[in-house]
């Protein structure tokens, strides 16, 4: 097993410039929380984003000292020796505009008014995600990045880099994701936002004044979403029909093993999440969808980009499918660009991104080796 | 297009003698309502029970007097000239015990107290519920079903009955169901009733005297049923990512089609349906299973059954897929069983059992022609 990065520390990049939002609203001044791990080179090439999916943060490697239990959410792929080689890479962790992990969200308080923004603060994309980003880009003096990576709903953000900044990124990974959502996807996020809107403990968005959050909905909207990361074999393989005792016991009560899980998993997330923050995550991924402005052809969409593109789906991810997967390749192929895909054999479902595969890993490793040998080195 | 059976009656039947719930509870007594369809013919021999699923009731063909679109739920199914040909057969549908369309249940009145049961309603089986339909067809005087059926929770029901009562059906017809639930099918249920006793107006189960239904929670259930009733295909097909609007409007308002159409399904479904009802329903769903008393062994619980069976799968049916109705073939051939197996081509997910098909109805046309034509005679 890889050594980890060890002991992080987050920073704080203020961003005084207002940045104009896709839905048009100006937000005057923003801060992004942020890691990195490993030391950029002199030529400042050797840089990698890695962007956060819809729960995710910008705690993506190694832990905070004095807490060995707060490994980040990608550490067993980010590190020395490992596929996102911080021997190599000077590799960056950033927390999305929105979020409740420290970058400015609904959760922040609004220095207009002193309180929280709530449900006033705006909605952002994917898009608004990229430039923020690039923001921090600027600051630390990175013109290019050697790739922008993530998976899921990061995924789309390093495919939308490609797009809205062709020449600021070498290489573009996009890891279980999707041009854009199906009616399902929406479906399942409408389900998770109805949960939480309807919690009475929501209070339209202003629950943080009364001292209360709206559990109830953010436990429902996290135990859906675990539904749709995992497989049905994953799920059989893991829990089966197990019972926690030995038969029926004919009540509401826990019983199947599933139901602890997802119950846990539940209540777990509902205590670190902001409700707001997940409403408007679910929104950015719905909006997604590059090839709107394009009349719905997605190789035009693409034309703009000029990466070269590693494409990672799973076989039984069923909330971005294979076939999401490839139509992306299709349409980079369009444009004549450089795209590899490796469709990787997993039960693990949408959640496989997150976990060590060997045959993932491998493709990873790989790919980025080739990065880094073709990188501009001193 | 076939005609419909025309205007229709309920009718009910009041059952004075206890059954001993497989939860171990004695219900004292209790009512069925149920309706039927064409004529009882003198050898008694060509009755088919439908067994209805989640959300179904006794209403399966015709309408009631002067409400012309109060159409059954399998109207195009069963009526003269259909493939469950009311001129052939005398049909059956009855609304199951615990149900909430007026067989006893959760909303009925405890003679004891002259109050509803609320959650005192004890939890019923699939088992229990072949023994209440036993009664109905006792009292009817039907020694033998020409075929049991039903699709989904409505097929296990005819799986059952040919291993509680194997000598009481001819033929069970078994409909987009599976020999039991998976984890993942679980937890779309443990879902569905955490919104439901999640929300403040539940109150334990004992909302009817406060005048409050759980509206919330039964809209969520709802909206995550209709999700896996359809496919992504056809929800894509269907809505695709068609905005109510001609533009995002960046708010949490519903603005995709996909989110309109699961709302009102939601409300509509929160109107009709009592909550107590749906939470025994679902546990119903998850307790069934039975190879779970003969160690998993599928082949061994369907030892006892003796009916022919038809069994149809749906392409596209990701609740309950076609591999699952093969595990039903598999252990009803591994025993010797005359089995009739259809897998139908179908975008439409779950819901395809509901729907008009011209494969799927030409294979029940068929096999119910066979079994019309096999009967005992006059």
């Given amino acids: 097993m890889a050594e980890s990065v060890g002991a992080v520390t987050p920073q704080r990049l203020h961003c005084p410039e207002p940045l104009l939002l896709a839905c048009g609203v100006p937000l005057a001044h923003f801060d992004l929380v942020y890691e990195t791990y490993g030391v950029l080179n002199a030529q400042r090439s050797n840089a990698i984003l890695i962007c956060h999916a819809l729960s995710g943060?910008?705690?993506?490697?190694?832990?905070?000292?004095?807490?060995?239990?707060?490994?980040?959410?990608?550490?067993?792929?980010?590190?020395?020796?490992?596929?996102?080689?911080?021997?190599?890479?000077?590799?960056?962790?950033?927390?999305?505009?929105?979020?409740?992990?420290?970058?400015?969200?609904?959760?922040?308080?609004?220095?207009?008014?002193?309180?929280?923004?709530?449900?006033?603060?705006?909605?952002?994309?994917?898009?608004?995600?990229?430039?923020?980003?690039?923001?921090?880009?600027?600051?630390?003096?990175?013109?290019?990045?050697?790739?922008?990576?993530?998976?899921?709903?990061?995924?789309?953000?390093?495919?939308?880099?490609?797009?809205?900044?062709?020449?600021?990124?070498?290489?573009?990974?996009?890891?279980?994701?999707?041009?854009?959502?199906?009616?399902?996807?929406?479906?399942?996020?409408?389900?998770?936002?109805q949960a939480i809107t309807t919690d009475p403990d929501f209070y339209g968005g202003n629950y943080y004044a009364r001292g209360v959050i709206p559990e109830r909905g953010l436990r429902l909207a996290r135990m859906l979403g675990h539904i749709t990361y995992l497989s049905d074999d994953a799920m059989m393989e893991k829990f089966g029909r197990d019972l926690l005792a030995n038969a029926p016991h004919f009540s509401l009560d826990v019983e199947f093993e599933i139901e602890s899980y997802l119950r846990y998993q539940g209540k777990k997330f509902s205590e670190r999440f902001d409700a707001n923050t997940y409403l408007i995550m679910t929104k950015a991924l719905d909006y997604f969808d590059p090839a709107l402005a394009h009349g719905g052809h997605l190789s035009k969409a693409l034309a703009r980009a000029r990466a070269d593109f590693l494409v990672v789906s799973f076989t039984s991810d069923w909330r971005f499918s294979p076939a999401r997967s490839r139509e992306i390749v299709k349409a980079l192929l369009d444009n004549g660009l450089a795209v590899s895909y490796a469709e990787i054999d997993s039960s693990q479902g949408h959640d496989a991104f997150l976990m060590e595969n060997p045959d993932y890993f491998a493709v990873m490793q790989a790919y980025l080796t080739r990065v880094f040998e073709a990188l501009p080195h001193a």
Same sequence: chains 1, 2.
């Fill in 57 to 193: 943060t910008h705690h993506v490697a190694g832990h905070y000292a004095g807490q060995p239990r707060s490994s980040g959410w990608w550490d067993n792929m980010v590190g020395p020796g490992k596929p996102v080689d911080t021997n190599r890479f000077f590799v960056i962790g950033v927390n999305n505009l929105g979020g409740c992990d420290g970058s400015t969200g609904p959760s922040s308080l609004d220095p207009a008014t002193g309180h929280p923004y709530g449900p006033h603060f705006p909605f952002v994309t994917v898009e608004d995600w990229v430039r923020a980003q690039a923001r921090l880009a600027d600051h630390l003096q990175i013109a290019r990045f050697a790739a922008v990576m993530g998976g899921s709903l990061g995924g789309m953000q390093a495919l939308q880099w490609s797009l809205t900044y062709p020449e600021r990124l070498r290489h573009a990974i996009v890891i279980a994701a999707a041009p854009n959502l199906s009616a399902q996807n929406i479906g399942f996020n409408e389900v998770a936002r």
